[in-house]
């Protein structure tokens, strides 16, 4: 098993664009959910957006329509595309693989968890 591996973290200003990716492995993307969760210092992770093995997709009220998750089979790459980034949402963005939409909670105490395949993190931060 391969940890998942995220890019695209950066810094813009507010009001900028980032496109996050997260290549994964050893898998079949058709068998999986995965999401995308985020955690600021002092704050808990919270779940930002998932898709399901089906094509369904959830959302976090906070994205208020922002971000837009994605993903290509064929390149094994889960995308979350944000835009319109605002200060709040510096924070280090991690992707969760090989888990089911069930085990991920809106909000956990610390990210990574235990369940799933997490990546590293990749840190976001928008400066106002």
């Known amino acids: 098993q391969v940890q998942p591996v995220e890019s695209g973290g950066g810094s813009v200003q507010s009001g900028g664009s980032l496109r996050l990716s997260c290549v994964a492995s050893?898998?079949?993307?058709?068998?999986?959910?995965m999401g995308w969760y985020r955690q600021a210092p002092g704050l808990e992770c919270e779940l930002i957006s998932s898709?399901?093995?089906?094509?369904?997709?959830y959302y976090a009220d906070f994205m208020k329509g922002r971000f837009t998750i994605s993903q290509d089979n064929a390149k094994n790459t889960m995308y979350l595309q944000m835009n319109s980034l605002e200060p709040e949402d510096t924070a280090m963005y991690y992707c969760?693989?090989?888990?089911?939409?069930?085990?991920?909670?809106?909000?956990?105490?610390?990210?990574?968890?235990?369940?799933?395949?997490w990546g590293q993190g990749t840190q976001v931060t928008v400066s106002s």
């Open positions: 050893g898998f079949s993307f058709d068998d999986s959910d």
């Open positions: 969760i693989t090989e888990t089911w939409a069930a085990q991920m909670m809106k909000r956990l105490t610390t990210c990574p968890d235990s369940f799933g395949r």
């Open positions: 898709i399901s093995s089906d094509g369904t997709t």
